[in-house]
């Protein structure tokens, strides 16, 4: 009698990838209902909120600024020697300000909360995980979505915001002074041009993309720091995997965001 041989496989990378997606994507649709509840019955962790908050602020604010100050130099810089060949220096404002609130901003404020904020995100519940006490949690009938990743996803769209600004004053302050100090451009012809170009528009886009990115953040740092398993290792690999999906993700996420805002809302004068 010939017995029977078994034929399974390990589950595909394209399957496991579809699986994590979906862990990742409930456990952000049930923070978002749990954080909802909380607020609706005045229940919410405001106290965890805010110290998450100031958290993510101290490792983001000053990178944020020294992140901003090349943006804008190297739009004005760039632009401003192509212009130059044009004879149109006086549009060295407008390109300055839409790259660095349409681009410059969003994307540097998603890069810096995917580098630090979804490091440490991971980094702490991670070892919460490998020392037991997301299951303790658990025992105690405590949900942890709705202790641990509810706070941290309130103060990561409390921050993402506020950072996104902090850095589009800093680039455009920084774009201006290289453009009226090395580019020979008057302050009234650079700021005529910057409010000609630049809509309102411009500015709520530049805000929406940096909530979207720091939700995005926030949920896989989440995810991956919370099924963390194997010890220091398996932290450390979860770290680094929230790391590099959330800078990932960002970049082709802005990409078709890009393309979506310049179909309808294509540049024009303010």
Same mark, same amino acid.
């Given at each position: 009698?010939v017995s029977?041989?078994?034929?399974?496989?390990?589950?595909?990378?394209i399957s496991?990838?579809v699986?994590?997606f979906?862990?990742t994507?409930r456990?952000?649709?049930e923070?978002?209902s749990f954080?909802?509840?909380?607020?609706?019955?005045l229940r #919410?962790?405001w106290?965890?909120?805010?110290?998450?908050?100031?958290f993510?602020?101290?490792?983001?604010?000053?990178?944020g600024?020294?992140?901003?100050?090349? #943006?804008g130099?190297?739009?004005?810089?760039?632009?401003?020697?192509l212009v130059?060949?044009l004879?149109?220096?006086?549009?060295?404002?407008?390109?300055g300000?839409l790259?660095?609130i349409?681009?410059?901003?969003p994307?540097?404020t998603?890069?810096?909360?995917?580098?630090?904020?979804a490091?440490?995100?991971?980094?702490?519940l991670?070892?919460?995980t490998?020392?037991?006490?997301?299951?303790?949690?658990r025992v105690?009938?405590?949900?942890?979505?709705?202790?641990l990743?509810v706070?941290?996803?309130?103060?990561?769209?409390?921050?993402?915001?506020?950072?996104?600004?902090?850095?589009?004053?800093?680039g455009?302050?920084?774009?201006?002074?290289?453009?009226i100090g090395a580019?020979?451009?008057?302050?009234?012809?650079?700021w005529?041009?910057?409010?000609?170009f630049t809509?309102s528009?411009?500015?709520?886009?530049s805000?929406?993309?940096?909530l979207?990115?720091? #939700?995005?953040?926030?949920?896989?740092?989440?995810?991956?720091?919370m099924e963390?398993?194997?010890?220091?290792?398996g932290?450390?690999?979860?770290?680094?995997?929230a790391?590099i999906?959330?800078v990932?993700?960002?970049v082709?996420?802005?990409?078709?965001i890009?393309q979506?805002?310049t179909m #309808?809302?294509p540049?024009?004068?303010?």
């Amino acid at each position: 009698m010939v017995s029977a041989v078994s034929t399974s496989h390990p589950p595909s990378a394209i399957s496991s990838s579809v699986g994590t997606f979906g862990r990742t994507m409930r456990m952000g649709a049930e923070a978002l209902s749990f954080g909802l509840e909380d607020a609706v019955r005045l229940r #919410f962790q405001w106290r965890e909120t805010l110290s998450q908050a100031w958290f993510f602020i101290t490792v983001t604010a000053i990178p944020g600024v020294l992140m901003a100050v090349p #943006f804008g130099v190297i739009v004005s810089v760039q632009v401003g020697n192509l212009v130059h060949e044009l004879g149109a220096n006086s549009l060295i404002g407008a390109a300055g300000g839409l790259g660095v609130i349409k681009q410059g901003a969003p994307m540097a404020t998603g890069l810096l909360l995917g580098g630090a904020g979804a490091a440490a995100i991971a980094a702490d519940l991670g070892a919460r995980t490998i020392r037991d006490e997301v299951d303790a949690m658990r025992v105690m009938g405590i949900n942890p979505t709705q202790r641990l990743v509810v706070p941290r996803i309130a103060a990561m769209l409390v921050v993402a915001p506020l950072l996104n600004i902090l850095i589009i004053a800093v680039g455009v302050v920084a774009g201006y002074i290289v453009a009226i100090g090395a580019l020979d451009v008057t302050s009234g012809s650079y700021w005529e041009s910057f409010g000609a170009f630049t809509t309102s528009i411009d500015v709520w886009v530049s805000l929406a993309k940096s909530l979207l990115f720091g #939700f995005l953040v926030v949920i896989v740092a989440c995810q991956r720091g919370m099924e963390a398993k194997g010890g220091p290792r398996g932290v450390a690999d979860g770290v680094n995997a929230a790391v590099i999906l959330s800078v990932v993700s960002i970049v082709v996420i802005n990409t078709a965001i890009t393309q979506v805002v310049t179909m #309808f809302f294509p540049v024009r004068l303010a």
